[in-house]
């Protein structure tokens, strides 16, 4: 089993930026933040391999995100700047241990997720 607690959301003004944290209590082979706007469905924000540190951004994000990982502090980041209110969303950092679980793109754990509002 691994948890996964993430810190770092809040409300800022469009323009502005915000870091978001997850630590994990274990070994991970992938992670990924993910991001659900109420009324619509989960959507991938960037992910990313622990050991080749290889990333992955959804488009909307792309030249304004950057998912990071700390190997030391088993800890995923997301840097998030330029934000738009359209990133208001429940952020959820996600993990799994398997390669093939990885390569498949199913994430086997996953935080309570953490608030991120941005006004216009």
């Known amino acids: 089993q691994v948890q996964l607690v993430e810190s770092g959301g809040g409300s800022v003004q469009a323009g502005g930026s915000l870091r978001l944290s997850c630590a994990a209590s274990?070994?991970?082979?992938?992670m990924g933040w993910f991001r659900q706007a109420s009324g619509e469905e989960r959507e991938k924000v960037a992910t990313?391999?622990?050991?080749?540190?290889?990333?992955d951004y959804n488009d909307s994000v792309k030249g304004r995100f950057t998912i990071s990982h700390d190997n030391a502090k088993s800890t995923l980041s997301l840097q998030m700047n330029s934000l738009k209110a359209e990133d208001t969303a429940m952020y959820f950092c996600?993990?799994?241990?398997?390669?093939?679980?990885?390569?498949?793109?199913?994430?086997?754990?996953w935080g309570q997720g953490t608030q991120v509002t941005v006004s216009s």
């Open positions: 274990g070994y991970t082979y992938c």
């Open positions: 996600a993990a799994s241990v398997g390669v093939t679980q990885c390569l498949h793109g199913r994430y086997n754990y």
């Open positions: 990313l391999y622990t050991g080749s540190l290889s990333t």
